[in-house]
């Protein structure tokens, strides 16, 4: 069992940044492929960025590629997401994710594990 709490969110210009964290509790959150969703007012949830368990494997929707950044400390139990260049359409309530299987997946149903959320606003 893993349980994620989200950190960081908040109201931030366009063009500006921010980063959010979320620290997992749970003895094999080591071995846990981690990512973030996102879901903005009226419209579905969306994948944003996920790594597996070795850091070495990440994906990124394409909408955010080159200005997000996840990472990870699995001695802090901890993932990050540093997002560059804010734009309005970046407003959403970010989500932690993760699951104990193979693979960086960008389905919502593939992730047993979810954190309460953080709200990010970006004002234009």
């Known amino acids: 069992q893993v349980q994620l709490v989200e950190s960081g969110g908040g109201l931030v210009q366009a063009g500006g940044s921010r980063s959010l964290s979320c620290a997992a509790s749970?003895?094999?959150?080591?071995?846990?492929?981690m990512g973030w969703f996102r879901q903005a007012p009226g419209k579905e949830r969306e994948f944003v960025a996920g790594?597996?368990?070795?850091?070495?494997?990440?994906r990124y929707a394409e909408s955010v590629k080159g200005r997000f950044t996840i990472s990870r400390d699995n001695a802090k139990n901890t993932v990050y997401l540093q997002m560059n260049s804010l734009k309005p359409e970046d407003t959403a309530v970010y989500y932690c994710?993760?699951?104990?299987?193979?693979?960086?997946?960008?389905?919502?149903?593939?992730?047993?594990?979810w954190g309460q959320g953080t709200q990010v606003t970006v004002s234009s």
């Open positions: 749970g003895r094999t959150y080591s071995s846990y492929t």
């Open positions: 994710v993760a699951h104990s299987r193979v693979g960086v997946w960008t389905s919502p149903s593939e992730y047993d594990y």
């Open positions: 790594m597996n368990w070795s850091g070495r494997s990440t």
